[in-house]
């Protein structure tokens, strides 16, 4: 069995979702569900029983210690965090708990855990930590991609969290043996996204006729991946990864935001024309920046590549046209998650009007 923490979320779902598709390894999936964990996303899963959900805070360590003395887990898939940059900017005190203080608890029960198992399960077991390129800080245009060897520069609170947690876990190889893989992956994209990211933000704002709002000059550039390849990039490292070591996964995909937006309208033009033939492109709105917003993330997969042989399977294109129809496909998804406590947040951030 292994033990996924965050998995009623946009990545640790997919994750769940796609590694019951491919074998019969059952999960234990930890999560605590805030607004961004959805257990609408598991639906499929209600009487599976590879599949045992926990309601669970990774801050609680007598919870966690009680899973892994039930479920005796061989690997940790660690998602579980506050995810989203400009509620970190409103909010940053629910990052620091979760992402630094939550990556701890885990970390220290999981190490407790090991340090009890028998030599063999010992020397096999994992601990992956799911990270972002955005503990790498912000790239200068001519600068060359982030590699695993950038140094540490975060900007945002969200960011700052996330190098606190990547830092610990580094720790923890270093100084108990526990058998560490981090990985610092860029922008991912594609089903059950919660709609207050870029992408699905935009799309359930096309299509209900909102403005599509870009921050500054909608020049930031980021590095596009599909889900269904972080999750195939997790997949390899958790099986094939060097304890102890860091891998960086992107899809050499980089955009300036004001081109995933033409793009995901000109993709929604043809799916789905507007009643009055406009394009969706009228709706774009350029509106105040984010405070501190870094200017380009650029991710160099090389090495993943090389030692590990992982390749992403989608372009930017076919990804995002995938991930479009899904949408199109799934408005009552999209309605059960938009809960009050979403209209607030879009409220506080872009105005009552939108
Ligand atoms: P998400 O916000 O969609 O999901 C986070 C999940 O964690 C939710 O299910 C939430 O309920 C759960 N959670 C939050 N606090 C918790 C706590 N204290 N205890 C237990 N569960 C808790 O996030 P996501 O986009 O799926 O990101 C997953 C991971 O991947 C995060 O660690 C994030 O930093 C990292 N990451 C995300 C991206 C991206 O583009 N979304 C890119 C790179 C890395
Ligand atoms: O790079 C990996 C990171 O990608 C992850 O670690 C984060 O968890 C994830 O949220 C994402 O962070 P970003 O801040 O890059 O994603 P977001 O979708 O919020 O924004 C993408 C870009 O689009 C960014 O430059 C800000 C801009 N943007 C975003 C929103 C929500 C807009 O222009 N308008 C918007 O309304």
Redesign the pocket.
């Given at each position: 069995m292994i033990l996924v923490?965050?998995?009623?979320?946009?990545?640790?779902?997919?994750f769940v979702l796609e590694w019951l598709r491919s074998c019969d390894e059952p999960i234990v999936n930890?999560?605590?569900?805030?607004?961004?964990?959805?257990l609408r996303t598991l639906q499929s899963l209600e009487h599976d029983s590879r599949h045992v959900f926990a309601r669970?805070?990774?801050?609680?360590r007598q919870a966690l210690d009680a899973l892994f003395a039930v479920h005796r887990p061989r690997a940790v898939l660690?998602?579980?965090?506050?995810?989203?940059v400009d509620r970190s900017i409103h909010g940053p005190g629910?990052f620091l708990?979760?992402?630094v203080v939550?990556t701890f608890t885990l970390l220290d029960a999981a190490r407790a855990y090991w340090n009890e198992l028998p030599a063999a399960q010992k020397e096999s077991f994992r601990f992956l930590h799911?990270?972002?390129?955005?503990v790498f800080g912000s790239l200068q245009s001519a600068d060359p991609a982030f590699n695993e060897r950038t140094p540490y520069a975060p900007n945002s609170p969200?960011s700052a969290s996330?190098a606190a947690s990547d830092h610990f876990v580094r720790a923890y190889h270093h100084t108990y043996g526990l058998p560490t893989l981090t990985?610092?992956?860029?922008?991912?994209?594609g089903p059950y996204?919660?709609p207050e990211?870029l992408i699905p933000l935009s799309i359930t704002h096309a299509l209900a006729g909102k403005q599509l709002p870009v921050y500054g000059d909608g020049k930031n550039m980021r590095d596009w991946?599909y889900?269904g390849d972080?999750c195939s990039a997790l997949r390899t490292v958790v099986e094939r990864g060097v304890p102890g070591e860091t891998y960086n996964?992107g899809g050499w995909n980089e955009k300036a935001n004001i081109d995933v937006v033409h793009t995901l309208c000109d993709v929604l033009d043809e799916l789905r024309p507007t009643a009055s033939g406009a394009s969706y492109r009228k709706q774009i709105e350029f509106v105040k920046d984010r405070p501190g917003h870094d200017r380009r993330y650029a991710i160099d997969a090389t090495r993943i590549g090389s030692e590990l042989g992982w390749r992403p399977a989608e372009t930017f294109d076919t990804g995002l046209r995938k991930t479009i129809q899904w949408y199109l496909n799934n408005t009552a998804w999209v309605e059960g998650v938009t809960s009050g406590d979403y209209r607030n947040w879009i409220d506080m951030q872009y105005g009552h009007s939108r």
């Open positions: 923490t965050g998995g009623a979320g946009f990545i640790g779902a997919n930890a999560d605590k569900l805030t607004y961004a964990g959805n669970v805070d990774i801050c609680d660690h998602f579980a965090a506050e995810s989203h629910e708990q979760t992402n939550g799911v990270s972002t390129d955005e969200y996330k990985t610092n992956c860029s922008n991912n994209y996204q919660f990211k991946l889900v972080h996964i």
